[in-house]
């Protein structure tokens, strides 16, 4: 029987040739019927595909094969079967925008200088050696931590990835310069550009969660230091841990608790918007009035 699954990758290493990676990342995806999105660049790769576990098995074994992706750590959530509407392989000069692509420094061994990996047991431990001093710290875009969460979390104010440099730069943030800093997004790959553009601004112990919001979640579901649901760049748009998960979001029709964003049917429309699951059934009976806030593809994986 085939088992739909997504899986979320990347790896920073070298790559002298990006377009030849492309092309043959295209066809392997193409022969394996996978869909989702990959990035290329100088830097590395990234990527996130939904298809049959058997398929993305072999692309995992054939994409591993490559010496340079031989480290590559997979991901593996739950898919539905129709989590990406097509396959898209694109060079870009960065994998994370961050808009710095001349900044960022990769060898064999990553990022040149960026924060401590930590597992997620580590991190618990940390903050229960660390108790408040720990900081955590988003590196998604804003929006998205509306619907979760780690408590006591700082969501710095950004709309998209690019935000990021200018917002560290503004000076809000130097009083935290010489606390622990808990880096985390939602696969860890944003997490390695922003600890690095951090640790080179001042920041002086930063940590980064190694595979991000997916592996902690995995690990400790709803029963540690993570709060509400973990939102996605697909179809799924958000996920839950576990049956203990719970709302820190209200309905923005009705205030009610809500767990997820809800992709507008209205075309041009296709605005995110949180909803309670009562107020998501009736979005195709009403005049569209949602707010223009959609997001970007370009944001990506992690």
Request: proline share 4%.
């Amino acid at each position: 029987m085939d088992l739909p699954k997504v899986i979320l990758y990347y790896i920073f290493t070298p790559l002298s040739d990006p377009t030849a990676i492309k092309i043959w990342q295209k066809t392997l995806c193409k022969n394996l019927n996978l869909k989702g999105r990959i990035i290329i660049s100088p830097h590395g790769i990234n990527g996130t595909l939904g298809g049959n576990m058997a398929d993305l098995k072999k692309y995992a074994s054939h994409t591993k094969a490559y010496e340079g992706f031989a480290n590559i750590k997979f991901k593996w959530t739950d898919g539905t079967g129709n989590d990406f509407p097509k396959l898209s392989v694109k060079v870009r000069p960065e994998l994370v925008a961050f808009g710095y692509p001349d900044e960022i420094k990769v060898d064999k061994n990553g990022v040149v200088g960026g924060g401590k990996h930590l597992r997620p047991a580590q991190v618990d431990e940390l903050v229960a050696k660390r108790g408040d001093d720990v900081v955590f710290f988003d590196g998604r875009n804003a929006f998205e931590a509306q619907v979760g969460r780690f408590k006591n979390t700082v969501v710095p104010d950004t709309t998209t990835t690019r935000d990021f440099v200018a917002e560290i730069e503004s000076g809000k943030y130097d009083h935290l310069k010489d606390k622990p800093i808990v880096t985390y997004c939602t696969g860890g790959i944003r997490c390695e550009v922003l600890s690095s553009v951090m640790t080179t601004r001042g920041f002086k112990e930063v940590y980064q969660i190694d595979g991000g919001i997916v592996s902690y979640g995995k690990e400790f579901g709803d029963d540690s230091l993570w709060e509400g649901s973990l939102f996605t760049f697909d179809d799924r748009i958000s996920i839950e841990f576990s049956e203990k998960s719970k709302s820190i979001a209200k309905c923005e029709k009705c205030q009610s608790a809500a767990y997820r964003f809800y992709d507008c049917p209205k075309v041009p429309c296709n605005s995110i918007n949180i909803l309670c699951a009562k107020c998501a059934e009736k979005l195709n009976d009403e005049i569209c009035k949602h707010p223009q806030r959609k997001y970007s593809n370009a944001e990506l994986i992690g």
